[in-house]
């Protein structure tokens, strides 16, 4: 079976009853990690007995035998068990044949971590195709994705937040879920002495420093014409595991706001005032940047900008190119165009 879009939050609270295998893989760790912990949790009370829950390192199951015997094996103070492998690769999918094809007895659920599987895994596609397998993609979340989750966070935290905050954390947030979790529970620890509802100017305060990382420095490099910074940015990027599409997707949403805040420009308003009517805010220590950037950028650029990242997130998924190397290019071309255009306009 392979899930996909909103199957996939249902599935790990409540996985169907014939799966006995989930294969958890993607780009995202932090959503791995998080979805592999939700799987165990929906056995309820497996994970904190020690004759219902187990972990199996790779180098154990170099054949099917260890694996077949610990899922078929019954605990012996009743329940439902559950089996984690982690770091599985595509040197482990014989190990998971019979328990996918649905040939071992028993009813354990079995939960597989791994890394980022291309659409050839071999380990990816027995998972995909087993009568009792589940592949379970994590890939960065969505804007909306991630503003969703900020908003749950909050509710259940028993607090409230600015429509503009919530906003501001949704676009500027590291992609990676573990750390966006992370840094959400630092601004609600941060609030909740205090009564009253989260304002941006306090998102800004608590977590400026980690959502102006990572994908914003990629971002403002490009646009601003700075190839060296721009390639550190990128490398930076992708080990903290943003993959190119997110990559992509974080620069044309940045080009957009500059876009809108070209067009206020050129329609008459100060540089500042354009840039204070983009919601959610500019974030305080890039202003300046943003700011040199909406003057720098006419509308016809911005469109040529806009159109090479969509062509570079089409060769990514289609032409078979490595994705980093297609991205990396297209980004160098903005940067570069960036740089002539200040050149000229100095």
């Given at each position: ?97 019979e328990l ?92 909740s002495s ?17 959502a102006a ?134």
């Amino acid at each position: 079976m392979q899930l996909k879009g909103r199957q996939i939050e249902a599935f790990v609270r409540r996985p169907e009853p014939g799966i006995r295998a989930v294969l958890v893989y993607g780009p995202d760790a932090g959503l791995v990690s998080e979805r592999v912990s939700l799987l165990v949790k929906s056995v309820p009370g497996a994970a904190e007995d020690p004759f219902r829950y187990a972990e199996l390192s790779p180098s154990s199951l170099k054949d099917g035998a260890a694996l077949n015997d610990e899922a078929a094996a019954l605990s012996l103070t009743g329940g439902r068990r559950v089996i984690v492998v982690r770091g599985a690769t595509d040197g482990l999918a014989d190990s998971f044949a019979e328990l996918v094809d649905g040939q071992v007895p028993g009813d354990s659920l079995v939960v597989v971590e791994a890394g980022d599987l291309t659409g050839t895994s071999s380990l990816r596609k027995m998972f995909e195709k087993g009568e009792t397998g589940a592949a379970l993609p994590c890939y960065a979340d969505s804007e909306e994705d991630r503003i969703g989750l900020i908003r749950a966070m909050v509710e259940d935290a028993g607090q409230r937040i600015e429509s503009a905050a919530l906003d501001y954390l949704g676009s500027s947030l590291p992609a990676d879920r573990l750390v966006m979790r992370r840094e959400i529970e630092k601004l609600l620890l941060y609030k909740s002495s205090e009564k009253g509802t989260i304002s941006i100017e306090e998102a800004e305060t608590v977590v400026g420093d980690a959502a102006a990382v990572s994908l914003d420095d990629v971002a403002y490099a490009t646009t601003g014409g700075n190839p060296p910074s721009l390639d550190l940015a990128v490398q930076r990027a992708l080990a903290d595991g943003n993959d190119p599409i997110a990559i992509i997707s974080a620069v044309r949403r940045h080009l957009h706001r500059v876009q809108l805040a070209s067009a206020a420009y050129q329609n008459g308003a100060s540089p500042q005032i354009a840039m204070d009517r983009l919601r959610p805010p500019v974030f305080f220590k890039r202003k300046p940047e943003f700011q040199a950037q909406l003057q720098r950028w006419s509308p016809p650029q911005i469109d040529q900008a806009l159109e090479l990242l969509t062509e570079a997130e089409f060769d990514c998924k289609t032409t078979g190119l490595p994705s980093e190397a297609v991205c990396s290019r297209a980004l160098l071309r903005i940067a570069n165009a960036g740089r002539r255009t200040s050149a000229r306009r100095n």
